[in-house]
C-alpha cells in the first residue's frame, strides 16, 4: 500500500503524521510525506531587489526541506518505509498531481476546523482533495472540538 500524507509543517503535522504512522504500521504502507510550498510569486510588488526575494524564498525552502526532512526521519527510525517530498505549486493541484504520479492507495490530508465564512472566502485545500481525487482520502481533524 501506498500512502501520500501531504503536511503543512504547522502545529497540526503532528497528528496528521502519527495517523498516518498508525495506518502505515498497520498495514506496511509506503509512506511518502509530502509539503507543498508556496509557489515563486509571479509578482512582487515591494521596492526590493530580486535578489533579495531570491534570498527569502531560498532560505524558506531550505527550513521546510529541512522540518519535512527530519519527519521522514522520524518514520524510518519507528520501521517505516518513508520518503520526504518538498515541492513548491499551488496545494490542492500539487497533492493530486503526486498522487497520481506516485499510484497512491490514499492520501492523508489534514483539517484545521476554520468556520464556513474562511472556507467561502479562501477554500479548503482538503475539501479540493476531496472533490478531485482518484483515490481514497483521510482527513485527519487537528483542531480542539469543542
Not at 508556496?38 to 524558506?60: I, M, N, T, Y
Not at 517530498?85 to 483539517?111: C, Y
Request: hydrophobic share 45%; aromatic share 2%.
Amino acid at each position: 500500500m501506498r500512502l501520500l500524507v501531504s503536511v503543512d509543517l504547522s502545529e497540526s503535522t503532528e497528528k496528521i503524521v502519527d495517523k498516518a504512522a498508525a495506518i502505515a504500521t498497520a498495514l506496511s504502507a509506503q509512506v511518502w510525506l509530502l509539503h507543498v510550498a508556496a509557489p515563486e510569486p509571479e509578482f512582487v510588488g515591494l521596492d526590493v531587489g530580486p535578489q533579495s526575494v531570491r534570498d527569502s524564498v531560498s532560505k524558506a525552502l531550505r527550513k521546510e526541506h529541512t522540518q519535512i526532512q527530519a519527519l521522514a526521519d522520524r518514520l524510518r527510525d519507528r520501521g517505516l518505509e518513508a520518503t520526504a517530498l518538498l515541492i513548491q505549486g499551488e496545494t490542492a493541484d500539487t497533492i493530486l498531481k503526486e498522487a497520481t504520479r506516485l499510484d497512491a492507495d490514499m492520501i492523508v490530508v489534514g483539517s484545521h476546523g476554520r468556520g464556513r465564512m474562511h472556507q467561502l472566502l479562501v477554500g479548503s485545500i482538503s475539501a479540493g482533495v476531496l472533490k478531485a481525487s482518484k483515490c481514497p482520502v483521510l482527513v485527519v481533524p487537528t483542531h480542539e472540538r469543542g
